[in-house]
């Protein structure tokens, strides 16, 4: 059963993420949802140990290059969906 929450974010934050949203045919809500469930997936005892911190650590200090292998429209839904089971 969904649960509706108030969050309020930067405007910018908000504009970049809705048209991310839309590029990807999943709503806003549903991104959201999808990043929490990625995060609690997991125990971590500080926001330091989230997976994204040592990442954004080195890319602030110059020392990584971000490369992704695209993936299809059809494995990004199939990996969200099986999420909800």
Excluded: C
Aim: proline share 2%.
């Amino acid at each position: 059963m969904d649960a509706k929450i108030t969050l309020s974010f930067d405007k910018d934050v908000v504009s970049d993420a809705k048209a991310f949203a839309d590029a990807h045919h999943i709503s806003l809500s549903r991104l959201t949802e999808f990043i929490y469930r990625q995060l609690t997936a997991k125990s971590y005892d500080s926001l330091e140990e989230l997976p994204i911190s040592d990442w954004v650590n080195m890319l602030a200090e110059g020392q990584v290059e971000y490369q992704r292998s695209p993936r299809s429209r059809k494995s990004i839904k199939d990996e969200y969906l099986s999420t909800r089971k």
